[in-house]
Nanobody, 122 residues
């Protein structure tokens, strides 16, 4: 059973940076499609970034391109999201997701982490 545990959220001012981590355990070696999503109250969860762990290929939402970087350390079974030049609109609960394959550009039938809150003040 795969488990994902996020960490690294917090509160920073606009223009600041945070790095989120997502540690995977269980049958994590077969998680070829991993990504980060975010959600604010009353809105649907949206994909932020995705990485194919076997190739390093990445995909980003237009709203975060040039500011966020997704990466994966296979030795540590850990997914990262480096977030720079943060904006108040980035405030959300961030979730790690992982699946054996992608669908629609993001993990299909994913396992979800519990989420970590990111709050950006202006």
């Amino acid at each position: 059973q795969v488990q994902l545990v996020e960490s690294g959220g917090g509160s920073v001012q606009a223009g600041g940076s945070l790095r989120l981590s997502c540690a995977a355990s269980g049958y994590s070696s077969s998680l070829y499609c991993m990504g980060w999503f975010r959600q604010t109250p009353g809105k649907e969860r949206e994909g932020v970034a995705r990485i194919l762990t076997y190739s390093g290929n990445t995909k980003y939402a237009d709203s975060v391109k040039g500011r966020f970087t997704i990466s994966h350390d296979s030795a540590k079974n850990t997914l990262y999201l480096q977030m720079n030049n943060l904006k108040p609109d980035d405030t959300a609960m961030y979730y790690c997701a992982a699946g054996r394959y992608c669908s629609g550009g993001y993990p299909a039938n994913p396992t979800w982490g519990q989420g970590t809150q990111v709050t950006i003040s202006s």
